[in-house]
């Protein structure tokens, strides 16, 4: 029972921030990415209370871990890891794409979880939850420079 409570856990999906803003970027310009989970649905580490009945009227809390994530950029894939990413200039997930063009980027992520009933200690569920991210689409642009002369 705790596991299927687990796996029907209404989970939040990762969502993924561009910078440069605005999910546009030039060739050959460090683009970094870093995972936002929204307010809808449990992430990382939030508990849930599923309703007692499902769980012969014991109160139960399921406590989801982030075990992985997984960077589709495109061009590559980056990890699976716990990284989360983050904004220029310290962000250490990066890609620098070598072509315009449009890029399907997401971050996929698998979820373990822990429980415990009536206040005791966290145990592991056994077995994960895999989670396709939602997917944003990135524009890759060329710029050229050119000189004149008055």
Not at 110 to 121: E, H, I, L, N, T
Not at 129 to 143: K, M, N, S
């Amino acid at each position: 029972m705790i596991q299927r409570a687990f796996r029907d856990t209404d989970f939040t999906k990762p969502t993924v921030n561009i910078q440069p803003e605005g999910d546009v970027t030039l060739v050959n310009l460090p683009t970094f990415f870093e995972v936002q989970f929204p307010e809808v649905g449990f992430g990382p580490d939030e508990v849930d209370r599923p309703d007692p009945a499902t769980l012969l009227g014991h109160e139960v809390e399921i406590r989801p871990r982030l075990e992985s994530i997984t960077y589709h950029l495109g061009e590559r894939a980056v990890g699976p890891t716990k990284d989360l990413g983050g904004p220029y200039p310290d962000g250490t997930v990066v890609q620098t794409y070598t072509r315009p063009g449009e890029q399907q980027v997401r971050a996929d992520i698998v979820y373990s979880g822990q429980f415990r009933v009536g206040g005791s200690g966290w145990i592991d569920i056994p077995g994960t939850v895999e989670l396709q991210g939602t997917p944003v689409t990135l524009t890759v642009r060329e710029a050229k420079a050119r000189l004149y002369s008055n």
